[in-house]
């Protein structure tokens, strides 16, 4: 929609094709239906964000990045609001009214938008997209086209991957896709019990084979098979490169102390010995936690503080500290917020969003080879490639 919309504007006559029946139907599910559209960080902050192929959007950040983006949306009467870690929302906290405005801007911009138009095929004639032919056998020819058909993450918004195979076709070289921004299933089945709980700055840790691989402190959250939440969503973009084999979440509820301190604050919370070790424990962690915490280490959750070994008391110090879930594995595209994989950035400039290989094909959005974490960063990814590839596409 940017993409068309940009050209539009600059005077292209311009064919947006959709293969559901309503634009944007993906956009609305964003930030939990809120829409978390931008992050605020500056140009390189934002570069910074996709890792080390971030360099390469430099050149579109600097020609409408956030700042710009907030701009466009205020001056087609979207009032945005930044929250904690740089977060843009719309004003309303509703992503139905940043489709408004899209859609608005396309009707002003003089794009013709075909819903229910699936692309099934390209043909190309030497190194140019001579036309294409949507699922009813109509034909579409064009000079310029931009493909902005995103990845395979959920797919019941009509993001199956479809563009994966025309660009083989085309000769491009396709990253292989996986699920990114996803959550992290567990074989251990106490989780089960633990759906639904939420953790506050909690330190979670990837170990593969007693190496750490990743670590960050965030928020998470038990799932009925895992974990989620900001900081896991994260992570498993890192986690997800590695074999699942021997792979092992560690969750220190305590990252702020050391043990001692821990074992001391434990001491004094169990010196009441009147009081069941589970209650003890539950005025330190979530009651849910404290159980099961209490049944990993295999003492009963009824038993009296007065009972309680040091050993034990130790053992539960630790335990909070090191909290050891093995990971069975990630979950799919249906849980996925980003498709990590794509069109190799190496066939794009990054100038114009141009193919280097199809003369007169450019890129937009989550089909490329870069994605970023949690916070706006990846929304920013397509409204910046979208923009650029909508202007060099109307020059």
């Given at each position: 929609?940017?993409?068309?919309?940009?050209?539009?504007?600059?005077?292209?006559?311009?064919?947006?094709?959709?293969?559901?029946?309503?634009?944007?139907?993906?956009?609305?599910?964003?930030?939990?239906?809120?829409?978390?559209?931008?992050?605020?960080?500056?140009?390189?902050?934002?570069?910074?964000?996709?890792?080390?192929?971030?360099?390469?959007?430099?050149?579109?950040?600097?020609?409408?990045?956030?700042?710009?983006?907030?701009?466009?949306?205020?001056?087609?009467?979207?009032?945005?609001?930044?929250?904690?870690?740089?977060?843009?929302?719309?004003?309303?906290?509703?992503?139905?009214?940043?489709?408004?405005?899209?859609?608005?801007?396309?009707?002003?911009?003089?794009?013709?938008?075909?819903?229910?138009?699936?692309?099934?095929?390209?043909?190309?004639?030497?190194?140019?997209?001579?036309?294409?032919?949507?699922?009813?056998?109509?034909?579409?020819?064009?000079?310029?086209?931009?493909?902005?058909?995103?990845?395979?993450?959920?797919?019941?918004?009509?993001?199956?991957?479809?563009?994966?195979?025309?660009?083989?076709?085309?000769?491009?070289?396709?990253?292989?896709?996986?699920?990114?921004?996803?959550?992290?299933?567990?074989?251990?089945?106490?989780?089960?019990?633990?759906?639904?709980?939420?953790?506050?700055?909690?330190?979670?840790?990837?170990?593969?084979?007693?190496?750490?691989?990743?670590?960050?402190?965030?928020?998470?959250?038990?799932?009925?098979s895992g974990l989620s939440g900001p900081a896991v969503l994260?992570?498993?973009?890192?986690?997800?490169?590695?074999?699942?084999?021997?792979?092992?979440?560690?969750?220190?509820?305590?990252?702020?102390?050391?043990?001692?301190?821990?074992?001391?604050?434990?001491?004094?919370?169990?010196?009441?010995?009147?009081?069941?070790?589970?209650?003890?424990?539950?005025?330190?962690?979530?009651?849910?936690?404290?159980?099961?915490?209490?049944?990993?280490?295999?003492?009963?959750?009824?038993?009296?503080?007065?009972?309680?070994?040091?050993?034990?008391?130790?053992?539960?110090?630790?335990?909070?500290?090191?909290?050891?879930l093995a990971v069975f594995g990630m979950a799919g595209y249906?849980?996925?917020?980003?498709?990590?994989?794509?069109?190799?950035?190496?066939?794009?400039?990054?100038?114009?969003?141009?193919?280097?290989?199809?003369?007169?094909?450019?890129?937009?959005?989550?089909?490329?080879?870069?994605?970023?974490?949690?916070?706006?960063?990846?929304?920013?990814?397509?409204?910046?490639?979208?923009?650029?590839?909508?202007?060099?596409?109307?020059?």
């Amino acid at each position: 929609m940017m993409a068309a919309g940009r050209a539009g504007e600059l005077g292209a006559d311009v064919v947006l094709l959709e293969k559901n029946q309503r634009l944007g139907i993906k956009l609305l599910a964003t930030g939990g239906g809120r829409a978390n559209i931008s992050n605020l960080s500056s140009t390189r902050d934002l570069a910074r964000s996709f890792g080390a192929s971030g360099s390469w959007l430099l050149s579109g950040l600097s020609r409408f990045g956030s700042e710009q983006l907030i701009d466009f949306f205020n001056s087609h009467g979207l009032k945005t609001k930044v929250e904690d870690n740089g977060r843009v929302f719309p004003v309303s906290n509703s992503a139905h009214d940043v489709l408004q405005v899209l859609v608005e801007y396309l009707a002003s911009s003089g794009v013709d938008v075909k819903l229910k138009a699936e692309v099934k095929q390209i043909i190309k004639k030497d190194q140019r997209i001579e036309k294409l032919i949507l699922s009813d056998g109509r034909e579409v020819v064009a000079q310029k086209y931009i493909f902005c058909t995103g990845g395979k993450s959920y797919p019941t918004t009509g993001s199956t991957g479809d563009a994966y195979k025309w660009l083989k076709q085309l000769g491009h070289q396709v990253t292989p896709p996986r699920p990114a921004l996803t959550p992290i299933i567990l074989k251990d089945k106490l989780v089960k019990n633990l759906e639904g709980l939420s953790l506050k700055a909690v330190q979670i840790s990837c170990y593969l084979e007693k190496h750490k691989i990743c670590s960050t402190v965030g928020d998470a959250i038990f799932t009925a098979s895992g974990l989620s939440g900001p900081a896991v969503l994260n992570l498993s973009e890192i986690i997800g490169r590695e074999e699942n084999k021997g792979l092992e979440i560690v969750l220190n509820f305590f990252p702020d102390s050391d043990f001692g301190e821990l074992d001391r604050q434990l001491q004094t919370s169990f010196s009441a010995s009147n009081k069941m070790v589970r209650n003890a424990l539950g005025e330190l962690v979530p009651p849910r936690l404290a159980e099961a915490l209490l049944v990993r280490l295999g003492v009963n959750p009824d038993k009296k503080l007065n009972l309680i070994s040091r050993e034990e008391r130790k053992a539960l110090a630790h335990l909070l500290q090191e909290f050891r879930l093995a990971v069975f594995g990630m979950a799919g595209y249906d849980k996925a917020m980003v498709t990590a994989g794509g069109v190799s950035l190496k066939e794009v400039d990054p100038k114009t969003m141009r193919s280097k290989i199809i003369e007169n094909l450019y890129f937009a959005g989550e089909i490329l080879d870069l994605n970023g974490p949690t916070g706006g960063y990846n929304l920013q990814l397509s409204w910046t490639t979208g923009y650029v590839a909508g202007e060099s596409a109307a020059s």
